[in-house]
């Protein structure tokens, strides 16, 4: 396990710009402190904090928006653990449909759907698990749609040096259902790629043909 030293917070921030801004450790005042908030918001929009069902809410909110952000307090090397694996095949792995659940930073309303990723290997391989763990990382945190597909495509390229990646992400925002446009039926897709999925179509096709 690496310790969050402030020496290797500062080494972090300089390796990548897809990793945690800042490695901030959630301790039991760190929840709360949240509570509290949660306990202020409770009471403004007019409710009663002292009503049973709610006595424990804000420690449990807080405990559930810890456990939601989790995504900044990871780090790759931590998830990855070795999981690369020598190979020597170049044709496309793809793993379709992992689930996500992530926060909307302009609403903190949930937004959540599945995201399939293509890659063409070129010497290196990773555990599948670690792909749907690497996309919890970047799902885990206040985001956008956009930049999650664009994070996942450039960390997973940048661990396995590969000849490129590509990603389709299809979510849903909870920010489009249940409040402004109400369109409950809207779906969102994004899409990103680098290496050579940038430069073949045809090997955007064979991924997109495979969904
Ligand atoms: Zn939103």
Redesign the pocket.
Known sequence: MVKDTPDNINDTETKSENQAPRATEVNEETVRKIAEHYRAIIELIGEDTDREGLLKTPVRAAKALVYATQGYRKNVSEIVNGAVFSHEGSRMIIVRDIEFYSF????I?P?FGTISIGYIPDGKIIGLSKVARIVDMFARRLQVQERLTEQVCSELRDILSAKGVIAHCTGQ????KMR?VEKQQSVTTTTDYNGIFATDPALRQEFYASL
């Open positions: 909307c930073e302009h609403h309303l937004f925002h909870l920010c489009m402004g």
